[in-house]
């Protein structure tokens, strides 16, 4: 159907608001063609889109039409009965999309059990563990700006939608011709806290359940066990960090666990509550120094150590350290899973702790200085596709196959993982064994930066830099994927003044290497990845879920000076092959 019929079928919906019917009128051409061309695709990551009217965004049809895709597939595996356990994050409409999912479930009398306010990712994950749920649902659009929101499906793993069972899911949704005539029931706050309370005799609400306190408290504990230096309590070194929950579902977790482990700190006020408009930053991503500005100004006036910050549903998790001169340095998400494979590998292995079989697990575009530190300490790290689903994966694999102990799992793009009661990346884990971390060096009279230079004096100066190119417009994508053709095609025996060694397709699952052709041992995606000479890197792949290119250079040398200027040799480098001018992100 083109643009114009699906605008015509929306315009003349009898579901659609007042308000919404007079908006879709006055539309221009161009918006009407930009709203109307396409639609939300669902994959592994589920779905993520501006919120607004069309199939392409994110709103109540869209999230109906998703979930009864998901109520087919469970019914088709037998497993109703076992439940989707549903959790939202602090963004505008995020409780209800909730509810709508809990509706459409409901309605096909699969049971819900739904958290009674936003938790983050890894309590939905958890949850979904503790209650043998079937799967989970995430409102979430991670660390977009605030147009956007999205939806995120969890198999009973724990763990995101294997790629197998994101197909089959979107094969079901796709049978919904209709996207307005997805059946629900009726639904509303006083109707899910009667059904809570036990006396409802209504017809579905015996299906929905509420989540409270006996999950959260179950996951403290939990978390509470992962620290890997228990008597850092009665370290007398005088910490102070200051965390902002970026208006997020992090603030009571994490507070919580802060408190009970003995860790003193201060909440950035102004970006404490919960506020869809994330009115002082640009976009709630704890990457981005703006984000951390207010934690950094809170930090300089109380004297903090350190300052951390976590996405609106509390995956991502981002910091800024106090050097020797009393400034605050912004660490990347390669140096921040360094520091904490480090310390957990350093005092388990210290302590006898750390079992012959360990292993770390990190994605194919994450440092490989990782590697350097787990064989040091006697673990071994492996490698598996961008996404934490894919560690999730391995988790997964070793427990039912004992080849390994995982002990921890992390992807440069700020998402980290320490023990198995999760199954995706957890900023509240992350935040308690940092302030850990900063501790005990303090304790030592250094700092988590003097350890970061001995691991560099040890295996040499490492540095990545990630590059974000945009492609907007409705042929974004399409620019994108002949890039890709374009760049595999493309015969190249070296980058940056570093030889080629290998190019490895994940594409077309094959490595190419020294005039021979070997296949690669991972799962097919679109991603082209060249390793260089020196132990240099560059991999180039489109995202998933939005019309950008991402670029990862990672560079490598016992010398800093000499480590930046091959970065900087090799963004030249990549800036030739791709035709476009590019900027560090």
Avoid at 97 to 107: D, I, R
Avoid at 528 to 551: D, H, M, N
Wanted: net charge neutral; proline share 3%.
């Amino acid at each position: 159907m083109d643009y114009k019929s699906l605008y015509s079928k929306w315009l003349n919906s009898n579901v659609i608001t007042k308000e919404e019917r007079k908006r879709l009128s006055n539309l221009s051409e161009k918006k009407m063609e930009e709203m109307f061309t396409g639609k939300l695709e669902f994959g592994t990551a589920g779905m993520r889109g501006i919120m607004d009217l069309g199939e392409k965004n994110i709103n109540v049809y869209t999230i109906r039409k998703a979930t009864k895709g998901l109520a087919d597939f469970i019914i088709s595996e037998k497993k109703k009965g076992q439940g989707v356990a549903i959790s939202y994050d602090t963004r505008h409409n995020s409780y209800l999309f909730a509810s709508e999912a809990a509706a459409v479930l409901a309605y096909n009398k699969i049971k819900v059990y739904l958290f009674e306010d936003v938790r983050p990712v890894a309590m939905l994950s958890f949850a979904i563990r503790q209650l043998n749920c079937a799967a989970g649902i995430m409102i979430t659009a991670s660390h977009n700006p605030k147009q956007y929101n999205g939806y995120k499906v969890y198999g009973s793993d724990g763990a995101q939608l294997s790629l197998d069972d994101s197909k089959k899911i979107g094969e079901f949704i796709d049978k919904t011709d209709d996207i307005f005539s997805v059946d629900k029931i009726d639904i509303s706050d006083s109707d899910i806290a009667y059904s809570a309370s036990g006396l409802s005799g209504k017809n579905y609400f015996d299906y929905i359940n509420i989540i409270g306190n006996e999950i959260d408290n179950a996951y403290f504990e939990t978390i509470e066990n992962l620290s890997v230096c228990r008597d850092l309590k009665h370290n007398n070194a005088d910490l102070k960090i200051v965390y902002s929950p970026l208006y997020g579902a992090g603030y009571k977790p994490i507070t919580t666990v802060l408190t009970r482990t003995g860790i003193n700190f201060n909440v950035v006020k102004e970006q404490c509550l919960p506020d869809g408009n994330f009115p002082t930053v640009s976009s709630p991503n704890p990457e981005q120094a703006d984000a951390l500005a207010l934690g950094i100004k809170e930090a300089a006036s109380c004297g903090a150590d350190c300052v951390i910050a976590t996405d609106p549903d509390c995956d991502r998790m981002g910091v800024a350290v106090k050097d020797r001169e009393g400034n605050f340095v912004l660490l990347n998400g390669n140096t921040i899973g360094v520091l904490l494979a480090d310390y957990i590998l350093k005092l388990k292995s210290g302590s006898g702790k750390l079992p012959a079989d360990a292993v770390i697990v990190k994605t194919i575009v994450t440092t490989e200085l990782a590697r350097r530190i787990a064989e040091y300490y006697g673990a071994k790290c492996i490698d598996v596709l961008t996404g934490f689903k894919f560690i999730g994966e391995k988790i997964k694999q070793f427990e039912e196959n004992g080849e390994h102990s995982f002990i921890f799992g992390f992807e440069e793009s700020y998402g980290y993982l320490c023990g198995t009661y999760a199954r995706d990346k957890d900023a509240v884990s992350a935040t308690m064994l940092f302030a850990e971390m900063v501790k005990f060096y303090k304790g030592l009279n250094e700092s988590v930066l003097d350890r970061l230079e001995s691991i560099y004096k040890i295996f040499g100066y490492y540095r990545e830099e990630n590059i974000v190119i945009n492609y907007p417009g409705i042929n974004g994508m399409n620019k994108m994927e002949s890039i890709m053709e374009r760049i595999r095609k493309c015969p190249m025996s070296s980058m940056g003044n570093k030889e080629i060694i290998s190019k490895r397709d994940y594409n077309s699952g094959l490595e190419f290497k020294y005039d021979k052709v070997y296949p690669l041992d991972l799962p097919k995606t679109n991603a082209i990845y060249f390793e260089l000479q020196g132990g240099a890197f560059v991999c180039i792949r489109p995202s998933g879920t939005e019309p950008k290119l991402k670029v990862y250079i990672s560079a490598k040398s016992n010398d800093k000076n000499e480590t930046d200027k091959i970065v900087e040799n090799l963004k030249t480098s990549v800036a030739k092959l791709l035709g476009k001018k590019i900027n560090d992100k």
